[in-house]
């Protein structure tokens, strides 16, 4: 019984380094953004990773000049078309959107991205336009893309619209930003093929010290 358990572990071993081997293995990209000669915030960071069914774009603004996030515009490397379609849907839901490959540069009545030479495939507005007056005023936004076979590798170009910029109650100006993916870190094996991995080498390590002893 001893030697079939021992086995057994070496075999969950070999499983687990196939799967890490094979498996997918999630992805994300840091976009190296520019502005579009606006006013600046302190610090845009957005990044795109992969999630089930599509991908994740987080959006954060930090101070001490800050903006309100109102639209997110992106290029897809497939071809959108019209409406949904390849694209399938968004979270959150009830978003307002406008998807048209090669010509959204407008939500009306907000936000836009007049200025950023090549409209975009996908625009999505993000609240209420006002921030601080009126409106809502978001510094960070986690967006979910779904559609066929939409991941993060799609993502060629992203835009981001922020009003109310700057400092405290003085937040009067508006800033366009708009990016292409940088390097993508080491991509991340999934859970359960740790698991597998990890149950297998310790098995393996036993079955070694057992043929040690036997020496």
Same mark, same amino acid.
């Given at each position: ?14 499983? &687990?380094? $196939? ?14 953004? /520019? ?6 915030? +302190?610090?845009?960071? #957005? $990044? ?6 599509? @991908?994740?774009? +987080? #959006?954060?603004?930090? =101070?001490?000049?800050? &903006?309100?996030? /109102? ?5 897809? +490397?497939?071809?959108? =078309?019209? &409406? ?27 936000? $836009?991205?007049?200025? !950023? ?13 006002? =921030? ?20 993060? /590798? ?13 400092? =405290?109650? @003085? ?7 708009? &990016? /292409?993916?940088?390097?993508?870190? !080491?991509?991340?094996?999934?859970? @359960? ?11 393996? !390590? ?10």
């Amino acid at each position: 019984m001893k030697k079939v358990l021992r086995y057994s572990f070496l075999l969950f071993a070999v499983l &687990g380094l $196939n799967c890490l081997i094979s498996s997918h293995e999630a992805q994300a990209f840091a976009f190296n953004m /520019t502005n579009l000669g606006s006013d600046n915030v +302190s610090s845009l960071q #957005v $990044n795109v990773s992969d999630i089930a069914g599509g @991908a994740q774009l +987080s #959006v954060n603004v930090s =101070g001490p000049v800050i &903006g309100d996030i /109102t639209g997110i515009f992106f290029d897809l +490397s497939q071809d959108v =078309g019209s &409406g949904l379609g390849v694209i399938s849907g968004f979270s959150p839901g009830g978003l307002v959107y406008a998807i048209q490959e090669g010509a959204v540069d407008k939500i009306n009545p907000f936000p $836009n991205m007049n200025g !950023a030479f090549d409209p975009f495939d996908v625009g999505v507005r993000i609240g209420n336009s006002g =921030g601080i007056n009126g409106g809502d005023d978001f510094q960070n936004f986690l967006l979910s893309v779904f559609g066929t076979g939409v991941d993060s /590798t799609d993502f060629e170009r992203i835009g981001v619209r922020l009003q109310s910029v700057g400092m =405290g109650q @003085a937040r009067g100006g508006s800033a366009k930003y708009v &990016g /292409t993916p940088g390097d993508s870190p !080491a991509p991340v094996p999934e859970p @359960a093929t740790l698991l597998l991995l990890g149950s297998g080498l310790a098995g393996l !390590a036993g079955f070694g010290r057992k043929k040690l002893k036997k020496r």
